[in-house]
């Protein structure tokens, strides 16, 4: 049984009040209104830095595509963007990617840069050099800081350099990314940037390098709900990843089963219960997306890593992965994973219960949409682990 903190609910103001006094209306919608607000919470990550250091490769793979896809950042050796560029992710237009111009260009002097690209819409920047850190990142990340915003200094293509160091020498990759990261700390020393952070990376393969320990540190210095807004976007390059994307999403399911008992409309065939399907459905489709289980991301997994589509479709076993989630679908597999959520431990549930003040009408729906929705996404998290396993074979 895993950990009961994993899944400590969060109080909401006024649902306990309102399920105690029979109001299941005024209850569903205070979560409701919870759940949607956590939805369409905002990200915008600022990309910046000199012309040909990787920035719109960066773009593409953190959004999961590649460099000729449709809707990729434009690259080029030579400066493909003379104006602010916003890339949405495509699995959440709410988390924004946006190519900035480099600093210190004719349309853009340093002086006035943050002015001309809009600094306050942004929650951090990325700073991306392949080869130096110049004055003009110096000076910008001192500028973000004056304005307390946080700035992270990337370090990129750093697979090119181990393949040149490799023709030339037979020093370790270790000690070359040692070198390579100490360069780059006292260049930026230097330049006057006190304790600098500078993570090494390689836009095609981010499960190499220091793509997981920026991830680490972007969850510990962004606010609670950007976090899980970033965390849910994140490509699946570690077993870690997909352990934290379980437990943020496992946190949101005791609401999602008092949401759906109170708002029940639609009996399950095959259990004596009802559930808020267009609720349920919604929710469901976000776990499928942010494990990167749907259909567009698959397909997107398998040009990258030249792994088929079929292959990976193969590992899963959950029926609401790589499937479109309609009504008819998720009836039946609510149906069919009820009896099997049964097998689950009744403890874990039944303590939420006094918690959020469920009334005894309700809790047959509560108990039984909350195991349900347990065993998907466990069901889930281990089906994303499988096809990260095949996919990095």
């Given at each position: 049984?895993?950990?009961?903190?994993?899944?400590?609910?969060?109080?909401?103001?006024?649902?306990?009040?309102?399920?105690?006094?029979?109001?299941?209306?005024?209850?569903?919608?205070?979560?409701?209104?919870?759940?949607?607000?956590?939805?369409?919470?905002?990200?915008?990550?600022?990309?910046?830095?000199?012309?040909?250091?990787?920035?719109?490769?960066?773009?593409?793979?953190?959004?999961?595509?590649?460099?000729?896809?449709?809707?990729?950042?434009?690259?080029?050796?030579?400066?493909?963007?003379?104006?602010?560029?916003?890339?949405?992710?495509?699995?959440?237009?709410?988390?924004?990617?946006?190519?900035?111009?480099?600093?210190?260009?004719?349309?853009?002097?340093?002086?006035?840069?943050?002015?001309?690209?809009?600094?306050?819409?942004?929650?951090?920047?990325?700073?991306?050099?392949?080869?130096?850190?110049?004055?003009?990142?110096?000076?910008?990340?001192?500028?973000?800081?004056?304005?307390?915003?946080?700035?992270?200094?990337?370090?990129?293509?750093?697979?090119?350099?181990?393949?040149?160091?490799?023709?030339?020498?037979?020093?370790?990759?270790?000690?070359?990314?040692?070198?390579?990261?100490?360069?780059?700390?006292?260049?930026?020393?230097?330049?006057?940037?006190?304790?600098?952070?500078?993570?090494?990376?390689?836009?095609?393969?981010?499960?190499?390098?220091?793509?997981?320990?920026?991830?680490?540190?972007?969850?510990?210095?962004?606010?609670?709900?950007?976090?899980?807004?970033?965390?849910?976007?994140?490509?699946?390059?570690n077993p870690d990843v997909i352990s934290?994307?379980?437990?943020?999403?496992?946190?949101?399911?005791?609401?999602?089963?008092?949401?759906?008992?109170?708002?029940?409309?639609?009996?399950?065939?095959?259990?004596?219960?009802?559930?808020?399907?267009?609720?349920?459905?919604?929710?469901?489709?976000?776990?499928?997306?942010?494990?990167?289980?749907?259909?567009?991301?698959?397909?997107?997994?398998?040009?990258?890593?030249?792994?088929?589509?079929?292959?990976?479709?193969?590992?899963?076993?959950s029926p609401v992965a790589a499937k479109?989630?309609?009504?008819?679908?998720?009836?039946?597999?609510?149906?069919?994973?009820?009896?099997?959520?049964?097998?689950?431990?009744?403890?874990?549930?039944?303590?939420?219960?006094?918690?959020?003040?469920?009334?005894?009408?309700?809790?047959?729906?509560?108990?039984?949409?909350?195991?349900?929705?347990?065993?998907?996404?466990?069901?889930?998290?281990?089906?994303?682990?499988?096809?990260?396993?095949?996919?990095?074979?």
């Amino acid at each position: 049984m895993e950990d009961p903190d994993d899944s400590c609910p969060e109080e909401i103001p006024g649902v306990k009040e309102a399920l105690k006094n029979n109001d299941t209306a005024g209850a569903a919608k205070r979560i409701k209104e919870y759940l949607e607000k956590q939805t369409n919470v905002s990200l915008n990550i600022a990309i910046t830095g000199e012309s040909g250091a990787g920035k719109s490769t960066f773009i593409n793979a953190f959004r999961g595509i590649k460099n000729r896809d449709e809707g990729a950042a434009p690259t080029g050796v030579t400066e493909t963007m003379s104006e602010v560029t916003p890339y949405p992710h495509p699995d959440n237009p709410n988390v924004t990617l946006w190519d900035l111009p480099g600093i210190g260009t004719k349309d853009f002097p340093a002086r006035k840069y943050l002015k001309l690209v809009g600094f306050d819409k942004y929650d951090f920047f990325l700073i991306i050099s392949d080869t130096r850190f110049r004055e003009n990142d110096v000076k910008l990340a001192q500028k973000i800081k004056k304005m307390k915003r946080n700035f992270y200094f990337v370090r990129s293509k750093i697979d090119n350099d181990i393949r040149a160091e490799e023709s030339v020498s037979d020093s370790s990759k270790e000690k070359t990314l040692t070198k390579i990261r100490d360069d780059c700390i006292q260049r930026l020393k230097d330049l006057g940037i006190e304790s600098p952070r500078v993570f090494l990376m390689s836009s095609f393969q981010l499960h190499k390098f220091d793509f997981s320990l920026l991830q680490e540190t972007l969850e510990r210095e962004l606010p609670k709900d950007k976090r899980d807004t970033l965390l849910y976007v994140m490509p699946n390059v570690n077993p870690d990843v997909i352990s934290k994307k379980k437990k943020a999403l496992k946190v949101h399911l005791y609401l999602l089963a008092t949401l759906s008992a109170a708002a029940a409309a639609v009996p399950v065939p095959g259990l004596s219960v009802a559930v808020d399907v267009a609720v349920l459905i919604g929710a469901v489709t976000h776990f499928v997306h942010a494990f990167g289980l749907d259909v567009q991301s698959l397909k997107r997994l398998a040009i990258r890593t030249a792994v088929s589509y079929t292959e990976l479709r193969d590992v899963i076993i959950s029926p609401v992965a790589a499937k479109e989630i309609t009504k008819e679908l998720f009836l039946k597999a609510f149906a069919q994973l009820g009896g099997a959520a049964g097998l689950i431990g009744a403890e874990e549930v039944s303590r939420f219960i006094p918690i959020v003040g469920i009334p005894v009408a309700m809790s047959l729906s509560f108990v039984t949409t909350y195991r349900v929705l347990n065993f998907i996404l466990n069901q889930l998290a281990e089906d994303a682990q499988k096809v990260l396993k095949k996919a990095l074979v």
